[in-house]
């Protein structure tokens, strides 16, 4: 399959440019040429299907022309090593629990999936050592990390802001050491954004090493969350739920409800999706009046959705044709504050006995508040609340344990690069290596 750029000034890549590069040359994101719609009879089995068997008919969908069957499907079920349950909170209100993996963020399979898949690639190259950047507002670098983790031929740099992730999302990719090296950003996420965004862009940097990105920008990081809306899908149809189906998606970059977007696409029966925002509401801004003002981000309790400049917005505005109306026809959105934020936590613990996490609580009051009597609807729990330990007691004034796997990375050391918000340093830094 080819792939084209948003901005449609570059030239058609193959996946493996799209996945190796990141970025096209006109700073554009690569969009497959064709959404494959799954057969009736996928649909028709869907219910007896694995986690990863299901995933891997998605998987073969986009990539198959391109991938020999064994590897990929060896890739997809290296890659879903866990379960994502899906939990009753409230009537017809699901939890689709995505923070079961080795950092225990729902980031975890679209980053274990580009690892393999980046290293199937590279071993068919030869061994240029392959350096990837990924910009995080909290998860997506832990993700990274731990999936690229002693991945041979690949270095990764983590770009954080100073300050600004959860201290245990810190822990997660600053001690680790060995081909991950994190950098610590003296400015909000869409600068350390930025700065991975003109590494690909400049001409020197790239005759100098070999660059790709692990953000949701890159094709082989976003498209396998799609995994996780046809599981939702099924599990509520195995518990009987006759009902509408709405999907609702906790979103910053917007990589995570962009896939769902493209599950629709393939035949996925979910009625309409629901972007829940914090008080970073460009998106929602847009919905409203049609106009896509992006701006720096502030800083909230829900830091992972601290975003002022969504890069996947590209890619829904080109799989809607640039057309307010049909964005509007499939996706509403809402946003909250940090004290609407707190309330929902407090309640949902103490009414349902259920702990979200910052970001799910959005995902379920935008649906308690958002359901018509005609629908039922899951939410999408981004990541264990004990990752926001500290902010989580606060609210609900007990303490939250912390399961093993996130103990162990706090027992680390932290060894991370001051860096400043200029390109310009994090540039000479990069050649000096």
Same mark, same amino acid.
């Given at each position: 399959?080819?792939?084209?750029?948003?901005?449609?000034?570059?030239?058609k @890549?193959?996946?493996?440019?799209?996945?190796v590069?990141?970025?096209?040359?006109?700073?554009?994101?690569?969009?497959?040429?064709?959404?494959?719609?799954?057969?009736?009879?996928?649909?028709?089995?869907?219910?007896?299907?694995?986690?990863?068997?299901?995933?891997?008919?998605?998987?073969?969908?986009?990539?198959?022309?391109?991938?020999?069957?064994?590897?990929?499907?060896?890739?997809?079920?290296?890659?879903?090593?866990?379960?994502c349950?899906?939990?009753?909170?409230?009537?017809?209100?699901?939890?689709?629990?995505?923070?079961?993996?080795?950092?225990?963020?729902?980031?975890?399979?679209g980053?274990?999936?580009?690892?393999?898949?980046?290293?199937?690639?590279?071993?068919?190259?030869?061994?240029?050592?392959?350096?990837?950047?990924?910009?995080?507002?909290?998860?997506?670098?832990?993700?990274?990390?731990?999936?690229?983790?002693?991945?041979?031929?690949?270095?990764?740099?983590?770009?954080?802001?100073?300050?600004?992730?959860?201290?245990?999302?810190?822990?997660?990719?600053?001690?680790l050491?060995?081909?991950?090296?994190?950098?610590?950003?003296?400015?909000?996420?869409?600068?350390?954004?930025?700065?991975?965004?003109?590494?690909?862009?400049?001409?020197?940097?790239?005759?100098?090493?070999?660059?790709?990105?692990?953000?949701?920008?890159?094709v082989?990081?976003?498209?396998?969350?799609?995994?996780?809306?046809?599981?939702?899908?099924?599990?509520?149809?195995?518990?009987?739920?006759?009902?509408?189906?709405? @999907?609702?998606?906790?979103?910053?970059?917007f990589?995570?409800?962009?896939?769902?977007?493209?599950?629709?696409?393939?035949?996925?029966?979910?009625?309409?999706?629901?972007?829940?925002?914090n008080?970073?509401?460009?998106?929602?801004?847009f919905?409203?009046?049609?106009?896509?003002?992006?701006?720096?981000?502030?800083?909230?309790?829900?830091?992972?959705?601290?975003?002022?400049?969504?890069?996947?917005?590209?890619?829904?505005?080109?799989?809607?044709?640039?057309?307010?109306?049909?964005?509007?026809?499939?996706?509403?959105g809402?946003?909250?504050?940090?004290?609407?934020?707190?309330?929902?936590?407090?309640?949902?613990?103490?009414?349902?006995?259920?702990?979200?996490?910052?970001?799910?609580?959005c995902?379920?009051?935008?649906l308690?508040?958002?359901?018509?009597?005609?629908?039922?609807?899951?939410?999408?729990?981004?990541?264990?609340?004990?990752k926001?330990?500290?902010?989580?007691?606060?609210?609900?004034?007990?303490?939250?344990?912390?399961?093993?796997?996130?103990?162990a990375?706090?027992?680390?050391?932290?060894?991370?690069?001051?860096?400043?918000?200029?390109?310009?340093?994090?540039?000479?830094?990069?050649?000096?290596?």
């Amino acid at each position: 399959m080819e792939y084209y750029s948003t901005n449609g000034k570059a030239p058609k @890549a193959t996946l493996r440019k799209a996945v190796v590069k990141g970025l096209a040359e006109d700073r554009g994101l690569y969009m497959p040429q064709t959404i494959p719609h799954l057969p009736e009879s996928f649909f028709r089995e869907i219910g007896s299907l694995s986690f990863r068997e299901l995933s891997y008919r998605i998987a073969d969908a986009f990539f198959g022309e391109d991938i020999p069957a064994d590897k990929l499907k060896g890739i997809v079920y290296d890659t879903l090593s866990f379960d994502c349950p899906l939990v009753e909170v409230s009537p017809g209100i699901y939890s689709l629990e995505l923070f079961h993996g080795p950092t225990l963020a729902f980031k975890d399979v679209g980053a274990r999936f580009m690892a393999r898949l980046l290293q199937y690639f590279t071993e068919e190259e030869g061994h240029r050592q392959v350096n990837v950047l990924v910009a995080t507002s909290g998860d997506t670098g832990s993700a990274v990390a731990n999936g690229f983790l002693g991945v041979e031929g690949v270095h990764v740099y983590v770009l954080y802001p100073k300050g600004k992730v959860s201290p245990i999302q810190e822990c997660q990719f600053t001690t680790l050491g060995r081909n991950i090296t994190a950098v610590e950003v003296d400015g909000v996420f869409d600068d350390c954004q930025a700065m991975v965004k003109n590494a690909f862009m400049d001409s020197e940097l790239n005759d100098a090493m070999k660059l790709t990105s692990a953000n949701s920008i890159n094709v082989a990081r976003f498209l396998p969350q799609s995994f996780y809306y046809f599981w939702a899908y099924t599990q509520m149809r195995r518990l009987g739920v006759s009902k509408e189906i709405v @999907a609702c998606t906790p979103s910053g970059n917007f990589g995570n409800i962009c896939a769902g977007l493209f599950g629709k696409r393939m035949g996925l029966p979910v009625k309409r999706f629901i972007a829940a925002n914090n008080a970073n509401s460009v998106f929602y801004e847009f919905l409203r009046d049609g106009e896509y003002r992006p701006r720096p981000s502030v800083r909230t309790i829900a830091n992972a959705m601290d975003v002022g400049d969504p890069s996947n917005f590209a890619r829904i505005w080109d799989l809607y044709g640039k057309s307010h109306e049909a964005v509007c026809r499939d996706i509403s959105g809402v946003t909250y504050s940090d004290a609407q934020i707190e309330e929902t936590i407090r309640d949902v613990y103490r009414q349902r006995g259920y702990l979200c996490d910052p970001h799910g609580a959005c995902g379920y009051r935008a649906l308690k508040e958002g359901l018509r009597e005609s629908e039922a609807g899951f939410f999408c729990e981004t990541a264990h609340p004990a990752k926001f330990k500290d902010t989580v007691e606060r609210i609900i004034g007990e303490e939250v344990a912390v399961p093993p796997k996130l103990a162990a990375f706090m027992k680390g050391e932290k060894k991370s690069v001051p860096m400043s918000r200029e390109f310009t340093d994090f540039k000479n830094y990069l050649l000096d290596r």
